[in-house]
C-alpha cells in the first residue's frame, strides 16, 4: 500500500521547463497519508527509544571507568543521565542495553538505524530546461543519502531516444541520453526502469521541449 508500480508524473512550470518524475509513490490519499504519517511516528519513536538506549550504554560503560574521560559540561550531563539511568524508563533501556554483548550490539544498532532510515518509496525524474540542457535526479534508498542529480549541457547531448534489453526473460525499453565527448550513454530512470508507454512519453515530451524552438526554426527557413 506504500509503494506502487512506477507511476509518472508530468509537471510544466513554463512552456520551456518539463519535469518527468518517475515514482513507486502511490497517488496521495487520506488512508495514506494516515498510514504514512503512523509510520513517521512509529520511525520517530524507534529512532528515540534506540538513541536513548545508545546513550544510556555509553554511559554506563564510561560510569564504570576509574577516571572518565572529560567531557564539555560532564557535572551536568552525569547528573542527567544518572537521574534518566534510575527511571523506570531508563532502568528497562539499560537492560536491554547491556543484555547484548559490545561486539554484537554496535552493529546491531547501526543496522537498526539504517532500516530506520529507508525510504518505502524510491523517485526518479528528469528536468528538461530548454536552451540549457537536462538534469537527471535519482532519490537514494536513505533519507540519510542526498539525491544524485547530474546536469547535462544543450551543446553536450547529442541525442535521446529509445532503446530495449533483455532483463531475464523480458524485454524492457529504457530513455538514453548520448553524450558528446562520453564513451557509456546516460539511462535516465535507471533503477526504476518504468513500462514501455511511460518512457515513450517522456520520450516525445521531452524532445518536444528541448528541440520545439529548433524545429519551429527549420520549418520556417
Known amino acids: 500500500m506504500l509503494s506502487s508500480t512506477p507511476r509518472l508524473r508530468i509537471h510544466r512550470p513554463s512552456p520551456t521547463t518539463a519535469e518527468f518524475t518517475v515514482t513507486t509513490l502511490p497517488a496521495p490519499t487520506?488512508?495514506?497519508?494516515?498510514?504514512?504519517?503512523l509510520l513517521l511516528l512509529l520511525r520517530?519513536?524507534?529512532?528515540?527509544?534506540?538513541?536513548?538506549?545508545v546513550v544510556l550504554r555509553a554511559f554506563i560503560a564510561l560510569d564504570s571507568?576509574?577516571?572518565?574521560?572529560?567531557?564539555?559540561?560532564q557535572p551536568r550531563i552525569w547528573n542527567i543521565l544518572g537521574v534518566l539511568r534510575s527511571s523506570?524508563?531508563?532502568?528497562?533501556l539499560s537492560r536491554a542495553g547491556t543484555a547484548v554483548p559490545l561486539p554484537v550490539f554496535l552493529p546491531a544498532a547501526a543496522a537498526a538505524f539504517?532500516?530506520?532510515?529507508?525510504r518505502v518509496y524510491s523517485q526518479e525524474s528528469l528536468l528538461v530546461l530548454r536552451g540549457l540542457g537536462v538534469q537527471t535526479s535519482e532519490s537514494s534508498s536513505s533519507y540519510l543519502a542526498s539525491t544524485a542529480t547530474r546536469f547535462?549541457?544543450?551543446?553536450?547531448?547529442?541525442?535521446?531516444?529509445?532503446?530495449e534489453a533483455f532483463r531475464g526473460f523480458e524485454v524492457r525499453y529504457y530513455l538514453v541520453v548520448v553524450v558528446e565527448g562520453e564513451e557509456h550513454i546516460v539511462v535516465v530512470f535507471p533503477g526504476l526502469l518504468p513500462r514501455r508507454h511511460i518512457v515513450e512519453t517522456v520520450w516525445r515530451e521531452a524532445r518536444e521541449c528541448l528541440y520545439e524552438g529548433?524545429?519551429?526554426?527549420?520549418?520556417?527557413?
Open 65 to 73: 571507568l576509574e577516571k572518565p574521560p572529560p567531557l564539555p559540561f
Open 44 to 53: 520517530l519513536l524507534l529512532a528515540s527509544g534506540l538513541s536513548l538506549v
Open 30 to 37: 487520506i488512508a495514506l497519508g494516515l498510514l504514512r504519517l
Open 214 to 221: 529548433r524545429v519551429e526554426e527549420k520549418a520556417n527557413a
Open 88 to 92: 523506570p524508563l531508563g532502568v528497562i
Open 152 to 163: 547535462i549541457p544543450t551543446e553536450k547531448i547529442q541525442d535521446i531516444f529509445i532503446n
Open 114 to 118: 539504517y532500516l530506520l532510515s529507508l
